[in-house]
């Protein structure tokens, strides 16, 4: 379940963070204030109070929209870290080299093509590092959940804990897989990494 | 029924404040501490003897990566079978003090590396006592640089707070879940809970902002 909610949670993060930089970015006001207010809000408030707003103020009478744990998880989860990395985001792109963007204008591309095909790949591999900090962020973030009923691994060693009592175990033993989980991630961004910056020139000072 | 009840959002409004007494209080106290063993610990990482510098790296990797919520459960409710009994707003405190000052401790490394090789040689060559010639040289220029850093992690630490609920700390987000659950009306106390933290983030936010501009204006 951890690791379902850590998976889904990230690409819903991702996809967040790609749109709220590039609303950021936007020159159009409306877009760009409406980027700001999703970032500032979603960062300036903690992460428990959102899981508990989605999961128990949704469903009471001015919205009834009710959701399983599982989706405001998700969707609690993906939104406040989306809202973390939209700023990584909109470093990376604007570390894009401007001769980039005027190469494209000289080649005629199209704008959504621009970004598809030249900007998104190179501001991808520089959103790597602080990328690997914001997942590993999430994947620990995911043992709230626990505490909106989902039966994570945090709230099982809570419910093993409280039928059998070995306490020491199972927390150590918990403690561990999280541990073990990071190490896992960090590992196959640095492999992704590897993967993205093939055929990019290396050394140097740049 | 309304969308929003104001007379009710005033009538609970006291009961939050006083409750967010709680939140300040282990914010404050914790960070204090935080910052005083992430120094410790930053400079036990750096120790030239591998007894004490591994050790601490090894605490360091893993308490950052693992979440706080099971590192406070760990303290609350596995210490006081070995006779440690912690109060849930002690166990509260030290949990995330300990897993803020491995972060902070990070975060001194890097001003720690920052300080020029020749201040550390020059120390050497003046044959200063370690603890003098942190106090007097290095400390000072290693502060500088990261203290908008640390406040960083002051706001980060403010956000935490709440996951103390889970072990019976009554702090704000504890008792806007408890106004809920007598009165069933969630929406206004859980709002406004979201409105304080926001409030105070942006505030510190802000307050470190202006920190980080007086600092690089200070003459060198």
Redesign the interface.
């Known amino acids: 379940m951890t690791v379902q909610v850590t998976f889904w949670g990230s690409l819903l993060a991702i996809v967040s963070a790609i749109v709220a930089a590039l609303g950021r970015l936007s020159s159009v006001p409306a877009l760009r204030w409406l980027a700001i207010t999703y970032i500032?809000?979603f960062?300036?408030?903690?992460?428990?109070?959102?899981l508990?707003?989605l999961y128990?103020?949704l469903p009471?009478?001015?919205f009834n929209i009710e959701m399983s744990a599982f989706a405001v998880a998700i969707l609690g989860l993906g939104l406040h870290i989306g809202a973390y990395g939209a700023e990584v985001m909109r470093g990376a792109i604007r570390s894009v080299a401007k001769g980039q963007y005027e190469a494209c204008q000289a080649l005629n591309m199209s704008p959504f093509k621009r970004f598809y095909r030249i900007v998104l790949p190179q501001a991808l591999l520089a959103a790597i590092p602080p990328g690997t900090n914001l997942l590993?962020e999430l994947?620990?973030?995911?043992?709230?959940v626990?505490?909106i009923t989902l039966s994570d691994l945090?709230f099982r060693?809570?419910q093993l804990?409280q039928a059998t009592f070995m306490?020491?175990e199972i927390?150590?033993l918990?403690?561990l897989l999280?541990?073990l989980l990071?190490?896992v991630i960090n590992l196959g961004m640095r492999m992704l990494e590897r993967r993205l910056s093939r055929g990019r020139m290396q050394g140097g000072l740049s | 029924?309304n969308?929003?009840d104001w007379s009710f959002a005033w009538h609970i409004l006291p009961d939050l404040l006083r409750a967010s007494l709680n939140t300040l209080t282990i914010t404050l106290l914790g960070f204090a501490i935080a910052v005083a063993a992430g120094l410790l610990l930053a400079i036990g990482r750096r120790s030239r003897h591998l007894w004490l510098s591994w050790p601490v790296a090894g605490l360091i990797e893993?308490i950052r990566?693992?979440?706080?919520?099971?590192?406070v459960?760990?303290l609350f409710?596995?210490f006081p079978?070995y006779g440690l009994n912690l109060t849930a707003m002690q166990a509260g405190i030290l949990g995330i003090a300990l897993h803020y000052a491995c972060y902070t401790a990070e975060v001194y490394r890097a001003g720690l590396d920052a300080v020029p090789r020749g201040q550390w040689e020059a120390v050497t060559a003046l044959n200063m006592a370690p603890l003098t010639a942190y106090r007097d040289i290095i400390l000072p220029q290693a502060l500088r640089p990261i203290l908008p850093a640390l406040g960083n992690y002051l706001v980060a630490m403010l956000?935490?707070?709440?996951?103390l609920?889970?072990i019976t700390v009554v702090e704000i987000?504890q008792q806007?879940?408890n106004i809920?659950s007598e009165s069933f009306?969630?929406?206004e106390p859980?709002?406004m809970?979201?409105l304080f933290?926001?409030i105070l983030?942006?505030g510190l936010?802000w307050f470190v902002r202006r920190l980080e501009g007086r600092l690089e204006l200070a003459p060198r």
């Open positions: 500032e809000v960062r300036g408030t903690s992460l428990l109070v959102q508990f707003w128990f103020v009471m009478p001015p590993i994947l620990k973030n995911t043992s709230l626990s505490l945090a060693a809570r804990d306490t020491l927390f150590a918990t403690l999280y541990f990071a190490q | 029924m969308l929003f893993f990566s693992t979440p706080l919520l099971i590192q459960y760990f409710y596995v079978n956000k935490d707070t709440p996951v609920s889970a987000m806007a879940k809920g009306r969630y929406l859980i709002t809970v979201g933290f926001l983030s942006l936010a």
